[in-house]
């Protein structure tokens, strides 16, 4: 093996990448980056049935996104390519061959129909139906036309190490002779993934908690071989929101690349993928890349699930694009924008409101940002233009000191200043300030809850204010 952490991540083309697997690839790409490594981009096609068209696209697409890259992969070469499994079938015949030689594979025998009564027979019995109390007394010699089975070496219990999840072990009903190469010449998950990790030189597998379970069948095939098996870094369950399940596609798991369609950061997703099943051991929680890959270690990835928490992931996002330069913020902003309005006045205060850019057409589409447009009139009820218990005159009587107050003002002198103070010295000679600023603030906006009359007025100006003011009398 090398001398230096080699890691890989090795997904099956067979839809789009859930956050499951996509944390899975941050941290095994983590874990090299600190250490100077190697990180494998490996593609296990070989079941050809349930593979996606344009899936391999769609995971170095994704992979891309978050920023994560790769020193071997099906796009850049490599050492050790091709880096496609169905391209690497001569390299599984070879192992193979070292199993026939060995005595520990053997062609499969049965046809499917006999391979159901035996399982149907194992079920009336109520008894696990184990493929190896129907090994053959002699073995055929495999002709890659039927499927070739490993036969298990010995049945034992295994005892091994996890680096996350410390001493495990398996009794011997988790061993029984599994399918090496399938009968289309393609191999199994099972074989295909230990030989492409020997011959990648792969020194951590950090994996998915539901490959405990198959870690005995890994060992029982690694022995056959007489590979030393690499560091096994097995990640907690992610699960859905309430912490009673893990996460799936019914909980709203979503594709990665959606996250930055809806106007995520590929920053903030990172910060926020490390964070489920791993703790810094201090209080921070948000993380520039550099400073992740300052502090992650193995051993402090957690047992526990992590529950998935979008309004974390929110909160996250806006301390991220806290960070931005304003021409960013204001370019992101504005593409959500028509031209009406995109006013540099606007951005703060639409920033303010936002945890992600996809919240401006939200708030686009609920009208929220109708008031600052001078094509669109607020549309709004008169009665609620009445401030509490105050009366009709009273109303009147602000409004019209107030038009007479900024009519003072020129164009020029038309700021949110200016127009604040106007205002706040009419309120305080009225000795009410609610019945001076609400009636303002609605007339010029329309909506139960706005931003300040004063910003809105200096954003619109002061023809728009007036004219507005002009129709709440």
Known sequence: MYNKVVTRFAPSPTGFMHIGGVRTALFAWLWARKNNGVFILRIEDTDKEREVKGSIEHIIKSLKWLGLNWDEGPDVGGPHKPYLQS????SY?????ILIDKGFAYPDPYTKEELD?????????RRPFLYRDHRPKEFGVWDGTKALRFKTPEIKIYHWNDAVRGALSAGVEALDDFILIKSDGYPTYN??????????KVTHIIRADEFISSTPKFLSLYEALGITPPVFVTLPPILADGGNKKLSKRDGAKDILEYGEEGYLP????????LLGWNPGTEKEIFTVKELLKVFEIN????SGAQVNLEKLDWMNKEHMKKLPAEEMQKNIFSYLPKEFQNEKLVPIIFERISKWSDVKVMLEAGE?????????PKYDKIKLVYKNSSPERITKNIKLVIKALEKLSENDFTMENVKSTLMLIAEMEGNRGEVLHPVRYALSGLDKSPDPFIIASIIGKNETLSRLQKAL
């Open 191 to 200: 074989f295909a993934h230990i030989v492409d990790d020997q011959e990648m």
């Open 117 to 125: 009564a035996f399982r149907k027979k194992a079920d009336e019995e």
């Open 267 to 274: 920053e903030a997703v990172m910060n926020f993928l490390a």
């Open 300 to 303: 402090r990835i957690q047992v």
């Open 93 to 97: 015949k070879k192992y193979a061959q």
């Open 369 to 377: 940002l109708d008031c600052f447009s001078v094509v669109k009139q």
């Open 87 to 90: 391209e690497r079938l001569d």
